[in-house]
C-alpha cells in the first residue's frame, strides 16, 4: 500500500462523489471531497453577512475561519470553527452560491494549498472536483474525468435531493457554465485523463473499470 493519489473530475451530477468513495473504500484509501471545501466556506461566507460581489471580504472570512473536514471514505465530517455543516452545505442558499465564491482567485489559493498538503500527507487517496488532475494533483497516478448526459445528471441530482427535475437541470446548467467558464482553474478535463461517461454505466461498473485501469498501471 504505497502512495497512490487518484484524480476524479467532471461536471455536477457525473457521480464523481459515490463512485470516489466506493473507490477509495475498496482500495484502502482515503477520500477527499474538494466540493465539500468550496461549500463550507461559502457556508461560512454567507453567515458572516458579507457581500458576495465583494471578493476582498470574502477572501478575508476564507482566510480566518478555521475548516476541518475528515477523510473516511465512509462517513466523513466538515467543521467551521467547530461546529458541524455537513447538513447545511448541501442546502439550497449554499448551492446556489458555492460557484461565485469558488471563482475567486484568493479563495482557490487558499484551498488548492490545503488540499496539496493533505494529499502529501495522506499519500494514497481519491481526490474529487474540478480542478484535481488539472491544478491540485497534475502529479496524480491515475486521472478520471467523469461525464454523463444532461438528462441522466439532472435525474441523479434529482432523485439525492428529492428535488424537482427542471429545477434541478436549470441549476446544474448554471453552476456547470459558472465553473466552465471563470478564469482561475475552471472546470477542465487534463489531456491525460481517462474519460468515462457513465449515462448508460452503474455505480459497479464504473469502480471495476477504474480498479482495473489502476492494476494496469501497477
Ligand atoms: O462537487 P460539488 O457540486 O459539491 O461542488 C460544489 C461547487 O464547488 C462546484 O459547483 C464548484 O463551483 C466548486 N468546486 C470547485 N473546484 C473544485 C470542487 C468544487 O470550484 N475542485
Not at 56 to 63: E, I, N, Q, R, T
Not at 70 to 86: E, F, K, M, R, S
Not at 200 to 215: F, H
Request: hydrophobic residues 45%; contains cysteine; aromatic residues 2%.
Amino acid at each position: 500500500t504505497g502512495r497512490c493519489v487518484v484524480a476524479v473530475d467532471g461536471p455536477s451530477g457525473s457521480g464523481k462523489s459515490t463512485v470516489s468513495r466506493r473507490l477509495a473504500a475498496s482500495i484502502g484509501a482515503r477520500y477527499l471531497d474538494t466540493g465539500a471545501m468550496y461549500r463550507a466556506i461559502t457556508w461560512a461566507v454567507l453567515r458572516s453577512g458579507v457581500d458576495l460581489t465583494d471578493t476582498a471580504s470574502v477572501a478575508k472570512v476564507a482566510g480566518e475561519v478555521n475548516l476541518r473536514i475528515g477523510t473516511h471514505p465512509q462517513g466523513y465530517a466538515v467543521t467551521i470553527d467547530g461546529v458541524g455543516v455537513d447538513a447545511d452545505i448541501r442546502g439550497a442558499e449554499v448551492t446556489g452560491a458555492v460557484s461565485a465564491v469558488a471563482a475567486i482567485p484568493a479563495v482557490r489559493e487558499l484551498l488548492v494549498a490545503r488540499q496539496r498538503e493533505m494529499i502529501a500527507n495522506v499519500g494514497r487517496m481519491v481526490v474529487e472536483g474540478r480542478d484535481i488532475g488539472s491544478v491540485v494533483a497534475p502529479d496524480a497516478d491515475l486521472k478520471v474525468f467523469l461525464t454523463a448526459s444532461e438528462a441522466a445528471r439532472a435525474a441523479r441530482r434529482s432523485a439525492e435531493d428529492a428535488a424537482d427535475v427542471a429545477a434541478t437541470a436549470a441549476d446544474l446548467a448554471r453552476r456547470d457554465r459558472l465553473d466552465s467558464t471563470r478564469k482561475v482553474n475552471p472546470l477542465a478535463q487534463a489531456p491525460d485523463a481517462v474519460v468515462l461517461d457513465t449515462t448508460e454505466l452503474g455505480i459497479d461498473e464504473v469502480v471495476a473499470r477504474l480498479r482495473d485501469l489502476l492494476t494496469e498501471r501497477g
